[in-house]
């Protein structure tokens, strides 16, 4: 046996199963984390420990938090008649990271896919239509992934509010800020020189 | 607050400081294991609990165990007479992985580096030297990296053992199995040329 024990092991393989991780970067973590056990090894336990007792959904859009409201929900600045919906938390989490969006958020869980069987009642989508109605949103704003499964989510969504007042709007597609025409795909192109504007 | 909580944050700033992850990668492993709390997450901070309460050196070699003695120095099969010298703990597990050493190792738990100030005294080197002496080895393997540190720490090893009866070898140099001749650097090349052998 290698690797120590039987612990460090199945600690390896444990870590060789996350994101982005295979079996030479878990062996080299788990090596530094034993290198570094009081600073890191033992921190990180406890913060897993604490994470995993205390994350939950907020009830109201999804996001993860450690009270029954997410803090967005909870600060009445936000309160501005705006819900961006979004397929996940790591989505919401980059859009709170651009910080150009002072609104709401409502997180699916997922996109509709008749692939995988996913209808609306598997995602928060019924929830979304009680929470416009009751809140009175102005406006939808629906930041889902520019895939077919995310577009027909967007457009299923769209259409359950197409008799209310709701405005509801989609972001912007062209060219990303810094990219080069050379590289982006035809699709971005052809949407960038559709959508254009003039300077 | 956007990634949930503060303790939320806190993990994914620590997971973000191990070796080969950064801050997108720690938030999409974060993001993983609190939706797989009870397979992953749970499991994760005991296995770490385990291994930071268990995990210690071999007091004869260096490798990483939960005992005092490791499974490799413990096993009387391995009793060959065959010392291999590694830098640290990552190669030994390496040279294990290949399976074709059948000896035992000793972890110098670094090289010597005028630099950085690391005489013989800071590495394993008296304990190595004291070991040979007791065990009477035949033959010690410096398997250190082709750096200069590392042939400078091969060099002193070498020379301390210059007056007794045991074999000192390194590993051969040339070039990889599967390796292109296209994409070698120079130094290996020459290397391989001058270690040429007949077929």
Do not use: K
């Not at 973590?29 to 205390?54: E, K, P």
């Not at 009270?67 to 501005?80: K, L």
């Not at 239509?129 to 009751?134: A, F, Q, V």
Request: glycine share 10%.
């Amino acid at each position: 046996m290698a690797a120590g024990s039987d612990d460090i092991q199945a600690l390896i393989a444990l870590m060789a199963r996350l994101p982005g991780l295979g079996p030479r970067s878990a062996r080299r973590i788990v090596l530094q984390l034993i290198t570094r056990r009081d600073s890191q090894m033992i921190q990180l336990a406890q913060l897993l420990d604490r994470v995993a007792a205390g994350a939950r959904e907020c009830l109201t859009c999804g996001n993860i938090t450690d009270r029954d409201t997410c803090a967005i929900c909870a600060d009445p600045a936000r309160a501005t008649g705006e819900i961006c919906v979004v397929q996940d938390v790591a989505d919401l989490w980059a859009l709170e990271r651009g910080g150009a969006f002072r609104g709401r958020y409502h997180v699916l869980g997922g996109t509709l896919s008749a692939l995988d069987e996913i209808g609306p009642e598997d995602l928060r989508i019924p929830d979304l239509l009680t929470r416009i109605e009751e809140d009175r949103t102005a406006e939808v704003i629906l930041a889902l992934p520019a895939t077919v499964d995310g577009q027909t989510t967007a457009h299923y969504i769209a259409d359950a509010l197409a008799d209310t007042a709701v405005a509801v709007t989609g972001l912007a597609q062209g060219v990303p800020i810094g990219g080069e025409l050379d590289y982006l795909d035809d699709g971005t192109i052809t949407a960038a020189l559709r959508a254009r504007r003039r300077i």
